[in-house]
C-alpha cells in the first residue's frame, strides 16, 4: 500500500506562480524525499527533510514537515515553465534503511507560460 | 560518470516469453532497487539488494528474479511475462551514507 498521498493529483498554474503540493503520510518516518519525473524520464532528487526538521530550503524550493500531522509540503516559488513535471513524495520509514522508500501517486504539476 | 543505466528502452513481448531487464550503475552505490511505475499507482518496489550477493523481496516480487554478483549489475528477469507486468520499469541505486535516490531511464515494457 503506497505510504505517501500528494494532493493535488493536478495542478495547472501561469508562470511567475507559487505551486504548492501536499503529501501526507501513514506510519512513522526517518525522512521525507521529494523527486521530479518529467515526462518519460527517470525520477531525479530534489530535496530531503529529516524528521527532527520542519523547514527546508533550496533554491526556489521550499519544505515543511509536520510530524505531527503526518504531512508535508513543497513550494515552487516564481514557477518556469521548465517545472511542469510530475512531483512525487517518498517516505523513509524509521528504523527502515536508505534503500526502502515509498512513494506516493504523485501530483502533476503544469507551468503555462 | 554515466550514473545509472538501463537496457532496453523498449521492449514488447508475448505473453509467456521471459526477458531480462539491465541495469548498471558506476556509481559504487551499495544500494540497489527495481521499481515499477503504472498510471495512477506511483512506484512500488519489486526486489532490491543491499550488497553483491545479497537480495531481497520489496512490496510486488511476484514473477519477477533478481540476482546481483557485482557491485554495478542489478538485472530483472521476467519469468513468464504476463499482460499485467505491462509497466515502466526504473533502477535506482543509492550509497550507505546517503537516502537520495537515483534513478536510470526506465524500461517501457509491453505485455501482449
Known amino acids: 500500500s503506497q505510504q505517501g498521498e500528494e494532493d493535488p493529483q493536478a495542478l495547472s498554474i501561469q508562470e511567475g506562480e507559487n505551486a504548492t503540493m501536499n503529501c501526507s503520510y501513514k506510519t512513522s518516518i526517518n525522512n521525507l524525499q521529494w523527486y521530479r519525473q518529467n515526462s518519460g524520464r527517470g525520477l531525479v532528487h530534489l530535496i530531503l527533510?529529516?524528521?527532527?526538521?520542519r523547514e527546508k530550503h533550496s533554491g526556489r524550493l521550499r519544505v515543511t514537515l509536520d510530524t505531527s500531522k503526518k504531512s508535508s509540503s513543497l513550494l515552487i516559488t516564481a514557477s518556469r515553465a521548465a517545472d511542469t513535471a510530475s512531483y512525487f513524495c517518498a517516505t523513509g520509514l524509521s528504523g527502515g534503511s536508505n534503500y526502502k522508500l515509498t512513494f506516493g501517486k504523485g501530483t502533476l504539476l503544469t507551468v503555462n507560460p | 560518470n554515466a550514473g545509472v543505466t538501463q537496457t532496453p528502452k523498449f521492449q514488447v513481448l508475448k505473453t509467456g516469453q521471459s526477458m531480462t531487464l539491465q541495469c548498471a550503475q558506476d556509481m559504487n552505490h551499495e544500494y540497489m532497487s527495481w521499481y515499477r511505475q503504472d498510471p495512477g499507482m506511483g512506484l512500488r518496489l519489486i526486489h532490491y539488494s543491499v550488497g553483491a550477493g545479497i537480495t531481497d523481496q520489496g512490496e510486488v516480487p511476484n514473477g519477477y528474479n533478481v540476482s546481483r554478483s557485482t557491485t554495478e549489475d542489478f538485472p530483472l528477469r521476467l519469468l513468464s511475462a504476463a499482460p499485467s507486468q505491462t509497466s515502466v520499469y526504473f533502477c535506482?541505486?543509492?550509497?550507505?551514507?546517503?537516502?537520495?535516490?537515483?534513478f536510470g531511464p526506465g524500461t517501457r515494457l509491453l505485455v501482449l
Open positions: 527533510i529529516r524528521s527532527n526538521e
Open positions: 535506482a541505486s543509492s550509497s550507505s551514507v546517503s537516502e537520495t535516490q537515483y
